[in-house]
T-cell receptor, first 115, second 112 residues
Framework: GAVVSQHPSWVICKSGTSVKIECRSL??????MFWYRQFPKQSLMLMAT?????????EQGVEKDKFLINHASLTLSTLTVTSAHPEDSSFYIC???????????FGDGTRLSIL | DQQVKQNSPSLSVQEGRISILNCDYT??????FLWYKKYPAEGPTFLIS?????DKNEDGRFTVFLNKSAKHLSLHIVPSQPGDSAVYFC???????????FGTGTRLTVIP
């Protein structure tokens, strides 16, 4: 149980393109979903937290207009990287949690490369 | 500032022996700790967790120990199996908060 699916797993696109990444909880309802970013040889850094039906909460230093998050249902959250540039190239990974106090379950991540 | 640290980037253990993965943290307010396992090209998989009211939690071959006074936790895997070879991350959080603070991971290699 507790499967989280993230799509796509790898994206290469031109600078200026907007890229949407989907995160789905397949076998449970996720009241909260999380978006992380990982740079090489560093640990996962939380970008934002989203609760179903409400606006996402962004961590300090994360541009909300750049990284649009939508959590429209209890099983789906999306991250859109708007007007992506090479410095946005990174590994993005989502997680989902059923309820507070329970573990987060992670997707397999999306490798984003902006040319 | 890295609040959760895994000082050993790698560990090699013979199959059948015990693997001990260590993790230290600096924030004494952390009260929930987790271990995740990660294979290449996959997301972290939740393994086991422990709340700060306990000092030990066991699940099959996996046991997590928490030493609050030392701000240290460890994951014991016994007996170790080749399929356990992966990168292991510890993570910590504060109750009521969403953020998980991750260590940088330890790569475990179990030698057949």
């Amino acid at each position: 149980g507790a499967v989280v699916s993230q799509h796509p797993s790898w994206v290469i696109c031109k600078s200026g393109t907007s890229v949407k990444i989907e995160c789905r909880s397949l076998d449970f309802q996720a009241t909260t979903m999380f978006w992380y970013r990982q740079f090489p040889k560093q640990s996962l850094m939380l970008m934002a937290t989203s609760n179903e039906g409400s606006k996402a909460t962004y961590e300090q230093g994360v541009e909300k207009d750049k990284f649009l998050i939508n959590h429209a249902s209890l099983t789906l959250s999306t991250l859109t990287v708007t007007s992506a540039h090479p410095e946005d190239s990174s590994f993005y990974i989502c997680s989902a949690r059923a309820n507070r106090g329970q573990p987060q379950h992670f997707g397999d991540g999306t490798r984003l490369s902006i040319l | 500032d890295q609040q959760v640290k895994q000082n050993s980037p790698s560990l090699s253990v013979q199959e059948g022996r015990i693997s001990i993965l260590n993790c230290d943290y600096t924030n004494s307010m952390f009260d929930y700790f987790l271990w995740y396992k990660k294979y290449p090209a996959e997301g972290p998989t939740f393994l086991i967790s422990i709340s700060s009211i306990k000092d030990k939690n066991e699940d099959g071959r996996f046991t997590v120990f928490l030493n609050k006074s030392a701000k240290h936790l460890s994951l014991h895997i016994v007996p170790s199996q080749p399929g356990d070879s992966a990168v292991y991350f510890c993570a910590a959080s504060l109750s009521g908060a969403n953020n998980l603070f991750f260590g940088t991971g330890t790569r475990l290699t179990v030698i057949p």
